[in-house]
């Protein structure tokens, strides 16, 4: 498998400083030195808390905000070292897919021009190639052909982001970062979404980072997930691993915050539901951030930050004290 992005020592500070007058500067630590990898092809589930820093990753990425430190390097080069119009270029590659589809539509602009807004931007193509290709992008999104000349208000809240997908996938990207792309829409409708969504990944060999704040959003399309909390990846594995055998005990509650169907596991689950706030990213807490939340605390979280190291092949995770067979038992 070929690595198509990479994401090394990523962070994102905001100055939050109030007044001009204080000496020392108090900063919002949105995404606080991260990294992984996304495979070409593959899907990366990034979940965690609101305020965790997954919309900001997917916004860095995209070059929509600029870094405080770290590399972003996509199919092998290092976006901060490319020109305006080299980066313009790289761009057209990674697309995003927002959550709520209706602010992200133009709601003056009819579903042609919406779509065909990319196209014009990016490439040369005669009016009728124009329309031609409009019309292939809604048959991929299943959107009857004729809608082209309707507005965003006249559709419901799937077909709206059936207009989203098929404008990020005119240029034929590798990349579409998908930020909590089915969280505002209805069950029913989440899965159909999410059904042309791995659908478009065969046909167009697309690669998808999707950004949601529960597992269960993320378990049907993600092939790895990675985990935030308060600015940092905490667990970062493959689907299977990470919920059969969570190592991280923020992994664990949020495992159990996840409706399960057998009783059984229900009890077995029992005590590690997630108590108490997020705190500030402003205000990170000492040690280990976790620790004020997690139920396996000890002395040593509340000192030393755990790094994030590989348990075990292709399972990585930030705490001193990871679960065993998440469980809750701990290691020594
Ligand atoms: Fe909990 Fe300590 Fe692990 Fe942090 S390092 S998650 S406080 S056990
Ligand atoms: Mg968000």
């Known amino acids: 498998m070929t690595v198509i992005l990479s994401v090394r020592g990523l962070k994102k500070y905001f100055d939050v400083t109030e007044g001009w007058w204080k000496k020392e500067k108090q900063y919002l630590k ?55 119009q080299e980066l313009r270029k790289k761009r057209a590659e990674m697309q995003m897919i927002f959550q709520d589809p209706f602010s992200s539509l133009n709601p003056r602009m009819k579903v042609f021009d919406i779509i065909a ?77 999410l059904n042309l969504m791995s659908k478009l990944q065969k046909e167009l060999r697309l690669t998808f980072i999707f950004i949601a704040h529960g597992l269960p959003a993320v378990k049907y399309i993600s092939d790895k997930i990675a985990v935030m909390y308060l600015g940092k990846i905490v667990e970062l594995t493959t689907k299977e691993k990470l919920f059969s055998k969570p190592l991280h ?24 539901i997630l108590e108490g706030d997020i705190p500030s990213p402003t205000n990170i807490p000492s040690g280990c951030r976790f620790h004020p939340r997690c139920p396996h605390a000890q002395e040593k979280c509340k000192k030393e930050e755990p790094t994030f190291i590989a348990h075990e092949e292709e399972h990585y995770v930030a705490c001193h004290f990871p679960l065993k067979e998440g469980v809750g038992v701990l290691e020594k």
Request: hydrophobic letters at 35%; charged letters at 25%; aromatic letters at 4%.
């Open 249 to 272: 005990p923020y992994t664990e509650g949020l495992l159990s915050a996840v409706p399960l169907p057998d009783p059984m596991l229900r009890n077995k689950k029992e005590g590690v």
């Open 117 to 193: 807004e990319p196209l014009l931007t990016h490439l040369n193509l005669s009016s009728e190639r124009l329309k031609e290709e409009v019309l292939s992008l809604m048959d991929q999104v299943g959107l009857d052909r004729s809608y082209i000349h309707r507005y965003p208000h006249e559709f419901s809240g799937g077909q709206r982001q059936r207009i989203g997908i098929a404008r990020a996938i005119a240029l034929k990207p590798k990349l579409i970062i998908c930020d909590e792309p089915v969280s505002a829409l209805d069950v029913s409708i989440q899965s159909q979404i």
């Open 30 to 84: 949105a995404v606080d030195h991260i990294s992984f990898d996304v495979n070409d092809g593959e899907t990366l589930g990034i979940v965690g808390e609101s305020g965790c820093g997954k919309s900001t990753t997917g916004n860095l990425i995209m070059q929509l905000l600029e870094k405080t430190e770290g590399e972003i390097i996509f199919q092998g080069v290092d976006l901060s070292t490319l020109s305006k």
